[in-house]
């Protein structure tokens, strides 16, 4: 719901505030006084084109922000979330501006963002019917999902199973496609996979193959080396048995100094710490002594294996760069090629399934599709019925709606129906689409008849009506009202008229009235009480504000729409 408008700059309008309330808001004022740049702020307010000739003549620029009530837990807020924006309690800002050069702005939630969100969001916050403004319903998709909501429960069911099998068939038509026009290039890669996988199953390298292979090759590459370093370090920490004398080496070193220190470790025990210690340390050196005298009896050069072992390797790290870049990533793009290869090798038969699963959704399709045709022209002919009777209240009596449903050969997510609201103004004439077949004052009519018709089925929370009363006067300007009255049961209503029938079953009236400079400034627009609304009232009637005849048939009017309201 609208809380509150603030316009500045627009049109003859200088300043001004709206406080508009639930229910049925009317908005009154004499002839270019500046009623209709209220409609026009409400559109700019939700996308509406920005048009710099209607900037106030000496303004910068046109600014409207529009202060709405909306649910924190709804799609509004969330979509408000998702621009950026955010509610303020549960209140919602929306703010448009536009440049005297052209430029247009737009804010939501206290966030910059693009015209089309505002646009967008519009959708489910308000339906704005005027001659110079987009008709919401005269868009094909939303003249379908209406007629959708219309029908009610009696369309649920078969809807709900067609989207679901219409779900499945775009995806599988979707992989059938893939599969068949992707043919040679599943056989290319099935191939290439065959014969990486042939090559690895060939070479059948093991995990941390690579890595043991490079340090045997090492080994076995400096074996000669290897056995005189330990050769060279067990002579030097044991001695050479074999040698003519004995020659100083790491352990009789080690024994020698432990000697000495032994001799007198009983004068002072921090001597004899240091025997132990070294006592440790010859048991070492004799451990790593021995150690080396084995590791020199197992080096062997052995060229027949190391030429096994360089060869293996040149297999391994040649199979390595290819796949991974080490064994370990040649294993793993094994195992997944080879569950890619099983699915393409199995594809053919796939094929031949899903082929056959399209078939069958094809004809399933069709005849749900059918089904919902039937359901849907039900129910336009009930709509049609309903709205051609609104329509002779309406001051319309020779009007004819009329709800086209056509199938048509392409199958979309609601069915293949393409629906079309058509219009014969009089007898005679040819039914034609809304906005071609009538006139502005007409086509706010019908828009009316049609919005009190799917009041409940095509909620919106606030309606919006420019020149609904154009060419209607009498007993129809009361129907109007009526019906009027009866849309803003379930929504906010907001109507800009000229005629006192309609005005009297508002439940607030507000009136826009020019300042002696010929502008409308904050004062200007006034929410009326009883007395002032009889004042206008009578000004509407009768042209005088305090016409004795004038007043009476005001206060006749109020009295009307109060019994009725």
């Not at 199995?346 to 699963?357: H, K, Y």
């Not at 048509?408 to 129906?417: E, F, K, L, M, R």
């Not at 828009?447 to 409940?456: K, N, Q, R, T």
């Not at 609304?533 to 009637?541: C, F, P, T």
Request: aromatic content about 2%.
């Amino acid at each position: 719901m609208i809380d509150e408008v603030r316009i500045q700059g627009l049109g003859v309008i200088d300043e001004a505030v709206l406080d508009l309330s639930p229910g049925f808001n009317v908005v009154t004022g004499e002839t270019g006084a500046g009623k209709t740049m209220v409609v026009t702020s409400l559109g700019l307010l939700f996308g509406g084109r920005a048009d710099p000739q209607r900037v106030r003549p000496g303004a910068d620029r046109a600014v409207v922000e529009g202060r709405l009530v909306v649910d924190p837990g709804g799609r509004v807020a969330e979509r408000v979330e998702e621009a950026g924006g955010e509610l303020d309690d549960d209140a919602l800002i929306v703010t448009r501006s536009v440049s005297a050069e052209g430029r247009s702005r737009a804010h939501l939630g206290g966030r910059a963002v693009p015209v089309s969100v505002l646009i967008n969001l519009a959708d489910d916050l308000v339906a704005v019917h005027g001659q110079s403004d987009q008709q919401r319903l005269l868009q094909a998709g939303r003249q379908r999902a209406a007629l959708d909501r219309y029908a009610g429960g009696e369309l649920t069911k078969p809807l709900r199973a067609y989207t679901r099998s219409f779900q499945r068939h775009k995806k599988v038509a979707a992989l059938l496609e893939e599969l068949t026009t992707r043919a040679n290039e599943r056989v290319r890669e099935a191939e290439l996979l065959r014969f990486g996988l042939e090559e690895i199953e060939k070479v059948d390298p093991k995990e941390g193959e690579d890595v043991d292979l490079a340090a045997e090759e090492e080994r076995l590459g400096h074996a000669d080396a290897l056995r005189a370093a330990a050769d060279t370090a067990h002579e030097a920490l044991l001695g050479d048995p074999a040698a003519a004398f004995e020659a100083a080496n790491v352990v009789s070193l080690l024994g020698r100094a432990r000697a000495a220190l032994e001799q007198v470790r009983d004068h002072d025990p921090e001597l004899g710490g240091h025997a132990d210690r070294l006592a440790e340390a010859g048991y070492l050196v004799s451990d790593v002594a021995t150690d080396l005298a084995a590791y020199a009896e197992s080096v062997d050069a052995d060229p027949a294996r190391l030429a096994v072992v360089q060869e293996r390797r040149a297999e391994v790290t040649a199979l390595a760069r290819k796949h991974g870049g080490t064994v370990a990533g040649v294993l793993e793009w094994a195992r997944t090629s080879a569950a890619r290869l099983t699915e393409l090798t199995g594809d053919d038969d796939r094929i031949d399934e899903l082929r056959a699963e399209h078939a069958e959704l094809t004809e399933r399709l069709a005849a749900e599709a059918e089904e919902l045709t039937a359901v849907r022209t039900r129910a336009a002919e009930r709509f049609s019925a309903a709205v051609t009777a609104e329509l002779a209240a309406l001051a319309m009596p020779h009007a004819r709606v009329e709800v086209n449903v056509t199938p048509s050969a392409d199958y979309g997510p609601h069915g293949a129906d393409e629906v079309e609201v058509l219009l014969a103004p009089h007898p005679g004439a040819r039914p034609l689409p809304l906005n071609k077949g009538a006139s502005g004052g007409e086509l706010s009519r019908v828009m009316l008849a049609i919005e009190v018709v799917f009041a409940g089925a095509d909620p919106v929370p606030t309606f919006v009506f420019d020149e609904v009363d154009a060419g209607v006067g009498g007993k129809a300007a009361v129907e109007i009202g009526r019906r009027l009255a009866r849309l803003a049961r379930n929504a906010q209503v907001i109507v800009v008229t000229h005629l006192p029938q309609v005005a009297a079953f508002a439940d607030q009236h507000l009136l826009v009235e020019k300042a002696d400079d010929g502008s409308v400034t904050r004062s200007g627009v006034t929410a009326l009480d009883r007395e002032g609304r009889v004042r206008e009232l009578s000004r509407m009637l009768a042209g005088l504000e305090d016409s004795e005849l004038g007043r009476a048939h005001a206060e006749e009017l109020l009295g009307l729409a109060a019994g009725e309201r």
